[in-house]
């Protein structure tokens, strides 16, 4: 936007709005991409989070006689639990677990959601610690920040995700106009092009190019994964009040579940035993051919107790597919949820793009580092945002002014901060003291403690050499605190050890971009921008925002 | 195999029009392509784009097969770009090699008829 009042064409329009809009939420949207390429492997982390269950065996196939003793376990555990989600075991999730909802202490408090898992060998539920669990709490940061165990300020951290996609899709589409040699400079990097700006620029390009369906797909349905709340009008108009409904209809079940009080207040649920579940899982297995069965809930519904079965989600790309009803007393099928409407079903395909369940290990990789691409691609985004003016300001022998100091320390705070702190939390789930009180809040203080000091250490002058340095320190001790902690390292199964190696990966990541940032490295790090003229004159004419 | 072979197709592919383009293959080979060379090098990519869709194809349900086949068209784009900016020598033999490897598979297919592998 000229102040001059000059006419401006429609690529230096974008080109501004592209910087701005990169600007303002960049480093949140840094936060959200790096949190949110873990977060595919947010089994895998949950799991390392737990060492109680690293030495347990990995469990076989699903049995009518492993669900009857989880039932029983169960049953011992929360008698008066209003209904349970029993989640199987498959390659992601060695051991089965279940959720229950814990009445809450006092009048008036939200019902606790628990969490146990089941010892393959015994069929009795474990003991684990109390852990955010590190993925989930990846996965909940990366969409809502998620600053508290219980429901603290959800709703704005989504409406704070939400701004920032937003803007990463204009971003995402500014950058597309702005770019004006997308084909010709498609495999185009410079990394040793004399000005540190060509550079960057070639950087940023390239990272956004190379991976562009990976952003516009990941973008476009991370946004829709929220369209309830940020865009009630549509299902206010057509619902009014009764938002449980339009719920209900988009997965295919149109019958609201009963909730609260009135539940806790029903008569205990049935047991099933093993000649029930076994009945149960043979029908359902002929009505889900071929498919493995994920999920198993029993909860109320008015007087009688449902048995929901809920298929894989790996075997296909629409997220939440048919899922069947079984009444828990007659053992008879009462209705099958399904709602390949084609509103629903988009709406089913984009999330479960998002969510990824469906990629089998080489395609998971293929996705993180497609993520970390995205990281990256923001990162330099940011990065070339200061070298530009540093680069302006030297050609004019001015000072780049506290603004451009303020996004330097901001840079380094929030792009070489973030990793540390990720790894402080990885650190809290296992060094915390196991008794403490809301200990999973506990981990989360931590993070974001982490996280403060960063900002001000880069604030006090620490440079990005500094915070990745000790970012790589910080991932390089989780494997090794992991074999000499006293846990059980060497019994642990394939998808610990490959966590472990992933840490390590990072260590090494951050180290080579500490090793790259010393002082006088060549320009893709932190040099001074001094260059011809000429190059630079280059640079800004290819539309450099 | 499930991404492997589309994997050393794609990679052909970009090499193949990466090559094509003037400033790369200058880099690669000293010299400038001949018109005849740039049409061949996009031939051999096309070819090869459609052989890599054609692996990922037959799975159960087209979604997961059109996902992947974007995801690993990306990944072969990369492996491109980083040996044209680091190796840019390498990049014709790396190229002639991937693709020597993905016609030497194909037989392995699970759906060309031969047993599968």
């Known amino acids: 936007m000229r102040t001059d009042g000059a006419r401006e064409g429609f690529r230096q329009a974008m080109a501004w709005l592209h910087t701005w809009t990169g600007l303002v939420l960049g480093w949140v949207l840094f936060a959200i991409f790096l949190a949110g390429t873990f977060a595919f492997f947010k089994q895998e982390l949950n799991l390392w989070s737990r060492p109680e269950l690293h030495a347990l065996p990995p469990a076989g196939p699903l049995t009518a006689a492993q669900l009857a003793q989880a039932e029983r376990s169960l049953n011992a555990l929360a008698p008066s639990a209003a209904g349970w989600r029993f989640t199987a075991q498959d390659e992601r999730r060695p051991q089965a677990s279940a959720f229950y909802r814990e009445p809450p202490a006092k009048p008036g408090e939200r019902a606790r959601f628990v969490q146990r898992w089941f010892d393959p060998a015994t069929g009795e539920a474990v003991a684990t610690r109390d852990t955010f669990g590190a993925g989930e709490f990846f996965y909940r940061f990366h969409f809502e920040l998620r600053s508290a165990q219980q429901s603290r300020w959800i709703l704005e951290g989504r409406w704070a995700v939400g701004l920032a996609t937003l803007l990463m899709l204009v971003a995402l589409l500014t950058g597309i106009v702005t770019h004006r040699r997308i084909f010709k400079d498609f495999f185009v990097f410079r990394p040793k092009a004399k000005a540190a700006q060509r550079a960057w620029l070639d950087a940023h390009n390239i990272c956004g190019v190379l991976a562009l369906p990976f952003y516009l797909v990941i973008t476009f349905s991370g946004l829709m994964t929220m369209h309830s709340q940020y865009l009630p009008a549509g299902i206010a108009a057509a619902y009014g009040a009764k938002t449980g409904e339009y719920f209900g209809e988009l997965s295919g079940d149109g019958v609201p579940r009963s909730r609260g009080r009135e539940a806790e207040m029903a008569a205990p649920l049935p047991l099933l035993g093993d000649a029930g579940w076994s009945a149960l899982l043979r029908d359902a297995r002929r009505h889900l051919p071929g498919g493995r069965i994920e999920a198993i809930g029993l909860q109320r519904e008015g007087a009688r107790a449902v048995v929901e079965i809920v298929p894989h989600d790996g075997d296909r790309l629409q997220y939440r597919g048919p899922r069947l009803f079984y009444d828990a007393t007659s053992l008879q099928l009462i209705r099958r949820a399904d709602n390949g409407r084609p509103a629903a079903k988009t709406y089913g395909v984009l999330y479960g793009l998002h969510v990824a369940r469906f990629a089998d290990p080489p395609l998971r990789f293929l996705l993180v580092g497609l993520g970390l691409l995205g990281t990256a691609m923001i990162a330099t985004g940011l990065v070339l945002w200061s070298v530009k003016r540093r680069a302006d300001a030297e050609r004019r022998k001015a000072d780049p002014g506290a603004g451009h100091k303020l996004v330097e320390a901001l840079n380094i705070g929030a792009i070489a901060g973030l990793p540390i702190a990720m790894a402080a939390f990885c650190h809290a789930t296992r060094w915390l003291p196991l008794g403490m009180a809301e200990r999973p809040d506990a981990e989360i203080k931590i993070f974001y403690g982490v996280l403060a000091l960063g900002f001000l250490a880069a604030a006090l002058g620490a440079r990005w050499r500094h915070l990745?340095?000790?970012?790589?320190?910080?991932?390089?001790?989780?494997?090794?605190?992991?074999?000499?902690?006293?846990?059980?390292?060497?019994?642990?199964?394939?998808?610990?050890?490959?966590?472990?190696?992933?840490?390590?990966?990072?260590?090494?990541?951050?180290?080579?971009?500490?090793?790259?940032?010393?002082?006088?490295?060549?320009?893709?790090?932190?040099?001074?921008?001094?260059?011809?003229?000429?190059?630079?004159?280059?640079?800004?004419?290819?539309?450099?925002? | 195999m499930s991404l492997l072979h589309p994997l050393l197709c794609s990679f052909t592919a970009f090499a193949a029009l990466c090559l094509a383009m003037e400033r790369h293959h200058e880099e690669a080979l000293d010299h400038a392509p001949s018109p005849r060379r740039v049409k061949r090098l996009r031939a051999v990519a096309v070819a090869a784009f459609i052989v890599s869709w054609w692996t990922v194809l037959p799975r159960p349900d087209p979604g997961i097969a059109w996902t992947m086949w974007t995801a690993q068209l990306t990944a072969g784009a990369i492996a491109v770009a980083v040996l044209a900016t680091w190796w840019p020598r390498r990049l014709p033999a790396a190229a002639m090699a991937a693709g020597a490897a993905a016609v030497m598979l194909m037989p392995l297919l699970p759906w060309s008829g031969a047993p599968a592998g």
């Open chain 1, 468 to 545: 990745f340095a000790a970012g790589a320190l910080g991932w390089a001790a989780l494997p090794v605190m992991d074999a000499l902690g006293g846990w059980p390292f060497w019994q642990a199964g394939p998808a610990v050890q490959a966590v472990n190696a992933g840490f390590a990966v990072v260590a090494m990541l951050l180290a080579v971009l500490a090793w790259k940032c010393k002082p006088g490295a060549p320009p893709l790090s932190m040099k001074k921008a001094v260059a011809p003229p000429e190059a630079l004159a280059a640079a800004s004419a290819e539309g450099a925002p």
